[in-house]
């Protein structure tokens, strides 16, 4: 079976204060690694998919990362507009298009 | 430009009740999905459909049942709701079973 660890549960940030949040996997052949936001009330937001071990995706302040038992999502200069949940997610080769997701890592950054 | 709607956003009722969360999305997408997400935050998979036909259906009790009129639309109904129904379900779509899925804004579902 799947399965998906985040940590940490919660990080707290200083505007401006670079951090990275781990996301560790066990999948029978993996199909593609997903990164989403989530904001108090809303539903998932898509950020990234990684597909193979040694691949990086960025966008904006964000950049993500994947080996072959995890991921990172790395935070450079983080905003208070960055604070959400952040959820990871994995596919495996016989899921049928079945995302696994993790508990997610609540962000906060202070001004 | 909604791309995944749901109604309604959010839903009280009484245990013993019944009630449908309906589904629609705008983006041309084949494959459908309804997560569950509970008070901790995890977010599960309950069922998908792939052009109409419901391809994963997990361990989710009887009373829950899929209905998938048409590819833009999944409807999820619920009979003789419990207390531990009490959470966010949300909808999906992909353009493929193995594609990025995208999700609805949820529907908070609490039960008294």
């Known amino acids: 079976e799947d399965q998906v660890t985040q940590s940490p549960e919660a990080l707290r940030l200083q505007e401006g204060e670079s951090s990275s949040l781990n996301c560790s996997y066990t999948v029978s052949g993996l199909r593609g690694l997903f990164w989403y936001r989530q904001d108090p009330g809303k539903g998932p937001e898509f950020l990234f998919t990684l597909y193979s071990a040694g691949e990086e995706k960025e966008k904006e302040r964000l950049k993500a990362t994947l080996t072959k038992k995890e991921s990172f999502l790395h935070i450079t200069a983080p905003k208070p507009e960055d604070s959400a949940t952040y959820l990871c997610a994995v596919r495996g080769g016989t899921s049928y298009g079945k995302l696994t997701f993790g508990q997610g890592t609540i962000l906060t950054v202070h001004p | 430009d909604t791309a995944v709607s749901q109604t309604p956003k959010y839903l009280v009722t009484q245990m013993g009740n019944d009630k449908s969360i309906k589904c629609e999305q705008n983006?041309?997408?084949?494959?459908m999905y309804w997560y569950k997400q509970d008070s901790k935050k995890f977010l599960k998979i309950m069922f998908s459909y792939n052009n109409k036909e419901l391809i994963i259906n997990e361990t989710v009790p009887n009373r829950f049942s899929p209905k998938s009129p048409d590819k833009a639309h999944l409807n999820l109904h619920i009979n003789s709701l419990e207390l531990g129904d009490s959470a966010v379900y949300f909808c999906a779509s992909s353009q493929t079973q193995g594609d990025t899925q995208y999700f609805g804004p949820g529907t908070r579902l609490t039960v008294l």
């Open positions: 983006l041309g997408h084949d494959t």
